[in-house]
C-alpha cells in the first residue's frame, strides 16, 4: 500500500466562549494543520500537526520536509516511518514544528491502518477499556475575576466535575473556586510564568484553593529538578508536558520526579506511536497520564482513541470555547462531562468537506 499523495489544509475556526471574550492569544481563530495522505489502495489517512499561531511554519514543514520523504513508501510501515522521519530530521530540532509535522503524518498513518483493517483505532492499541471518558473543561485565559467566575460556573453546570484554569492571580483562583464550590476539581495552568522561587511562593498561595494540580508553573519548561523540587516542596501535585516532544524527554522527566501528572499531545509528541511509548514509560513511573489535547479534529479523535485503550484512563482536555463549525461531528461534544468514544474503523470519522472548504485559509 504505497503513499502517493500528502496534502496539508489550514483550517481557521471562529470560536465563541460565551462572554465578551472573542480573542484568546490575540487571535480570533482556532488555527490547525490538517494533512491527508492517500495511498494507492485507495485508502485516505487523516492527521493533525500542532498549529496555533504556528501554523504557517507547520505547513511549511509538513510540504516541504516531511511529505516528499513519504512518497513511495508502503503505509503499513508505521514504526519505520516513523523512525526515519525522526533520525533524518533531526538537525532542525527534537521539539517544535518539526515533531509537530511528523506528529500529523504518525496519526493519518493510524488512521489508514484503521480503515485498512476495518477496526476503530482503539481496537488496533488492544482494545477498549471504557466506553465513555470522563472530561475536563479548559478554560481560555481571561484574567478578569467576574468572567473566569461565570465560565468555571457554566462549566458545571454542563456537567463537568474539573475545571481548569488558564490564570496566574489568586483572585482569578480564588473567583473559580467559590464559583465551582468544594467538590468540583480545579486545575491551574500557568504556562510557563515563573522562576522557581516566584513558583513556589505562588504555589503558597494557591493551596488554599486546593489545586487538583499546578500545572507548567516554571520557565524554562524542561527544569524537571526545579519543578520536582516545586512538587516535592509545595505538595501540590505538577502538571506539566505540553512543551515536551518524544518518550525520551518524557523520560527524563518521569526520572525527575516532576510530575504527577503527565500531559503528553498527539499532535506534538510525534503522533501516536510516540505517545504509546510515553504511555508506557509513564506507567513504569506510577505516572498518570491526562493528554494535553486542545483542538477539535483528527488529533483530538486520535486523543479519544489512545485514552480509550489504556487500562486506567484519565480525563480528556476539552478547549471550553465553542467553535463555529465542528470538523469531525459531534464527537467533539462532552455529555455530562463525558465524550463517547468513535467506534467507526480509523480514527472513525473523517473531517466534513464542508467545513474544509469553507474554513480553509486560502493563504496558508
Ligand atoms: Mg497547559
Known amino acids: 500500500m504505497r503513499i502517493e499523495n500528502v496534502e496539508s489544509v489550514v483550517i481557521r475556526l471562529p470560536f465563541d466562549t460565551g462572554d465578551k471574550a472573542k480573542e484568546w492569544r490575540g487571535r480570533r481563530t482556532l488555527d490547525y494543520v490538517l494533512l491527508r495522505i492517500d495511498t494507492d489502495a485507495g485508502i485516505s489517512g487523516w492527521g493533525d500537526a500542532f498549529g496555533y499561531g504556528a501554523f504557517r511554519a507547520t505547513k511549511a ?50 488512521d489508514i491502518a484503521g480503515k485498512a483493517a476495518g477496526m476503530p483505532l482503539h481496537q488496533l492499541l488492544g ?3 471504557h466506553d465513555s471518558l470522563p472530561a475536563y473543561a479548559s478554560l481560555m485565559k481571561c484574567p478578569e475575576p467576574d468572567v473566569v467566575a461565570a465560565r468555571t460556573a457554566a462549566a458545571v453546570a454542563e456537567g463537568y466535575r474539573h475545571v481548569k484554569l488558564h490564570e496566574t492571580t489568586v483572585p482569578a483562583v480564588r473567583a473559580a473556586r467559590e464559583a465551582a464550590g468544594a467538590d468540583i476539581a480545579i486545575m491551574i495552568d500557568t504556562n510557563c510564568p515563573w522562576t522557581p522561587n516566584e513558583a513556589a511562593a505562588m504555589a503558597g498561595k494557591f493551596r488554599d484553593f486546593d489545586p487538583h494540580w499546578l500545572e507548567e508553573p516554571i520557565f524554562p519548561p524542561e527544569d524537571f529538578a526545579a519543578l520536582a523540587a516545586l512538587q516535592a516542596q509545595s505538595g501540590i501535585p505538577i502538571a506539566a508536558g505540553e512543551n515536551a516532544c518524544t518518550a525520551f524527554e518524557f523520560k527524563r522527566m518521569f526520572d525527575a520526579g516532576a ?20 504511555a508506557a514509560l509513564a506507567e513504569t513511573a506510577a505516572v498518570t497520564i491526562v493528554p494535553h489535547s486542545p483542538y477539535f479534529g483528527p488529533g483530538f479523535l ?63
Open 61 to 110: 514543514a509538513v510540504d516541504h520536509m516531511i511529505a516528499p520523504a513519504l512518497i513511495g513508501r508502503d503505509a503499513r510501515d508505521i514504526a519505520g516511518i516513523s523512525y526515519t522521519l525522526q533520525q533524518s530530521n533531526h538537525i532542525w530540532g527534537r521539539y517544535g514544528v518539526t515533531m509537530f509535522a511528523i506528529s500529523g503524518v504518525d496519526i493519518a498513518l493510524w
Open 127 to 129: 482494545g477498549k477499556t
Open 259 to 278: 510530575v504527577t501528572y503527565a500531559q503528553p499531545s498527539v499532535t506534538k509528541v510525534g503522533g501516536i506511536s510516540e505517545f504509546r511509548k510515553i
Open 302 to 364: 486520535a486523543t479519544l482513541h489512545l485514552l480509550a485503550a489504556m487500562p486506567r484512563p484519565s480525563m480528556v482536555e476539552r478547549f471550553y470555547c465553542t467553535p463555529e463549525a465542528s470538523i469531525v461531528g459531534d464527537w467533539i461534544e462532552a455529555r455530562n462531562g463525558a465524550f463517547r468514544v468513535p467506534h467507526g474503523p480509523g480514527l472513525g470519522q473523517d473531517p466534513n468537506p464542508d467545513v474544509l472548504r469553507d474554513y480553509r485559509d486560502k493563504d496558508a
